[in-house]
């Protein structure tokens, strides 16, 4: 059964630093692998999808990573901003049995502070 | 586009009730999935929709059933609800298995 933890939980950290939002999963039989942003109460925007085949994906300010056999993704944010308070959620796609489900850790919940 | 809309925004419902939730996906898109998210959790698949059929379905019980209509809006319905069916609900939609899930704004249920 897949499983998906997030480290750390909650993060709080001043403006204009950099950071790394962690991720991990237990197996690596995976189709892609997603980070998304979810504000209180609200739904989940899409950051970055990498696929299988693929080690990195950058948007912007963020970068996210992936080594598959470790069963690890990291997530960058360059230069943190007080809008980037969200909660992070890292959410994979298994490979078994043509899975179209998302398999989600619990997130991590990032306040940069002014 | 309007993206991925979902309703109602907010619904109380009382214990043994029945609830009905709705989904219209974004436009283009044949498959929604729905997704139960607990307070501090992360998202849990309930089931996924595909040409009006259920093509998977997650770890939920019986109580837990949809819908698919032909224009590819959803509906998903919770009977006999619990005090612990108090979450919020993410519905989602695709085309394809190559860009990820766009995902709806929820209707946060609470049962009393």
């Known amino acids: 059964k897949q499983e998906v933890t997030q480290i750390p939980a909650a993060l709080s950290v001043p403006e204009g630093e950099n950071l790394v939002l962690n991720c991990s999963f237990t197996?690596?039989?995976?189709?892609?692998l997603q980070w998304f942003r979810q504000d209180p109460g609200k739904g989940l925007t899409s950051l970055l999808l990498?696929?299988?085949?693929?080690r990195e994906q950058t948007s912007g300010r963020l970068n996210a990573s992936l080594d598959k056999s470790s069963g690890r993704s990291t997530l960058y944010i360059a230069a943190s901003q007080p809008g980037d308070s969200a909660t992070y959620l890292c959410?994979?796609?298994?490979?078994?049995?043509?899975?179209?489900?998302?398999?989600f850790g619990k997130g991590t919940k990032l306040t940069v502070n002014p | 586009d309007a993206g991925v809309t979902q309703s109602p925004t907010h619904l109380i419902k009382t214990r043994g009730q029945q609830v009905t939730l709705r989904c219209s996906p974004k436009?283009?898109?044949?498959?929604v999935s729905w997704y139960q998210q607990a307070l501090g959790q992360g998202p849990q698949f309930i089931f996924q929709?595909?040409?009006?059929?259920?093509?998977q379905r997650g770890n939920f019980p019986d109580r837990f059933s949809g819908h698919q209509f032909p224009n590819y809006s959803s509906e998903l319905n919770v009977n006999a609800l619990l005090l612990g069916d108090s979450a919020l609900y993410l519905c989602?939609?695709?085309?394809?298995?190559?860009?990820?899930?766009?995902f709806g704004p929820g209707t946060r249920l609470t049962v009393l």
């Open positions: 990498i696929q299988s085949s693929q």
């Open positions: 959410a994979v796609r298994p490979l078994q049995g043509g899975s179209e489900k998302l398999v």
């Open positions: 989602a939609s695709s085309l394809g298995r190559t860009s990820g899930p766009f």
């Open positions: 436009s283009g898109h044949d498959t």
């Open positions: 929709y595909y040409e009006e059929e259920e093509r």
């Open positions: 197996d690596s039989a995976i189709y892609n």
